[in-house]
């Protein structure tokens, strides 16, 4: 007979925390969201850590070099995105490794040939004023000029007006050589009054900017996640057919961490592939596991030596496999049990397998809600995509600014060997959705809001730490009605021209 779990399995908005005793040292400035990213013994320190517990998704429309700078210089890990090919996901690995902080690629770039338009255009897609202008058009062609809003007037210029009239031309710039440290340039840059500084090689090619506006932004970092060389932490998605030749090329090119991207983790595929890595690299290469919804699969992913461990099936904001396959569990119940099996785990072997919650986060009282019910650290895809550095193309629809995200089971993504893991037939079938998500603006801004709620709400627990809310926490079950009661309700309210 099958089996049958006794309780329904629920969501993260079917809960809430209930207060404990919060002392006087319980303020947000003492709290402190350091976590473990892969697993350690008892009694030993965790080769690596996160200082916030949060991680970007292995997907197309959130991890790529951009978004997993800034997570890093936040605190967090992104997991570049495995669907591409091996070539280009450890290409940007290696630019996240090579990034230097304050020195900017340029990522708005024209030729000579290129119009007023063409400047508007791209102002529009990347939201930067400062475009530099190259001989041939790329981040690292010949330096001709640059342009920003102060070389033109649109009322002044028709659309078709060549790039080459109006930049500020090569021999008008001030630029800094090849090798210039970053205190000198921004010595440059306040001794000539600049915005921006183009550092150019010998041979007059373009390699980076430094800008103005970025000094005090890096005095602002206090939690971001370096090496021992100093560089960011990065992550990176593999899959369980060709890790052979991907895991390679990426510890090649300076992965700190990977991550199995699966959508049902409890197979004998990810054992395969966790064996073939402690077979090659013994311990060196951390990689974590996933996605299961219960004890069992984590036990089995624990016992096959994973890092850490994700859980998650069917939860994602764009996930349509419930509906597809009938698969999956909600995410705050699969949690709550996948936690208590660590526990277990530990209790047993003194081995701490850090878990991460994957998918389903909708408000920011979700991610402290993940974190009291055991989670370790948060995986998020919606969250993410609606900043600025996500990848995907920022539009405007009915007046207001969206950005594009789609699922990695979506016919857009065709990352067919994330749902089938070990066979060479291609599914049939989609188990996501391509969709749009309202443009939320920078990730700094955004993930510092949401730290600082989750920081209040761990005092209001009593907690000071990730572990002490684990332990303090009280949760409870709310009605639906309860959660009406949660909302404004029961007034009328003001639209947005009235409030003050
Ligand atoms: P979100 O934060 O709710 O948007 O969920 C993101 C998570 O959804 C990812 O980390 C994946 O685990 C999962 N996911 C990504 N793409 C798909 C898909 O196409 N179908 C189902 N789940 C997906």
Redesign the pocket.
Known sequence: MAFYFEEPSRTFNEYLLVPGYSSAECRAENVSLKTPLVKFKKGEEPALSLNVPLVS???QA?SDDNMAIALAKEGGVSFIYGSQSIESQAAMVRRVKNYKAGFVPSDSNLSPESTLKDVLDLKEKTGHSTMAVTADGTANGKLLGVVTGRDYRISRLSMDTKVETFMTPYDKLICADLGTSLKECNDMIWDNKLNSLPVVDAEQRLHYFVFRKDYENRKNNPNELLDENKRYIVGAGINTRDYATRVPALVEAGADVLCI?S?EGFSEWQKLTIDWIRENYGDTVKVGAG?VVDAEGFRFLAECGADFV?I??????????REQKGIGRGQATATIEVAKARDEYFKETGIYVPICS?????HDYHMTLALAMGSDFI???????RFDESPTNKVQINGQYMKE??????AR?R?WQ??DMGGDAKLSF????DSYVPYAGSLKDNVGLSLSKIKHTMCNCGALTIPELQQKAKITLVSATSIVEGGAHDVVLKDAKEQK
């Not at 998650?312 to 496999?321: D, L, P, V």
């Not at 995986?379 to 995509?385: E, P, V």
């Not at 995200?405 to 979506?410: D, L, N, P, R, V």
């Open positions: 998704a292995i997907m959130v991207d959508s996605n994700k998650g099936i069917g939860g994602g904001s764009i996930c349509i496999t994957d998918g389903g986060i909708v995986m998020l895809g919606r969250y993410f995509s995200y789609w699922g990695e089971g979506s993504a990352n994330r749902y989609e188990e996501g959705v």
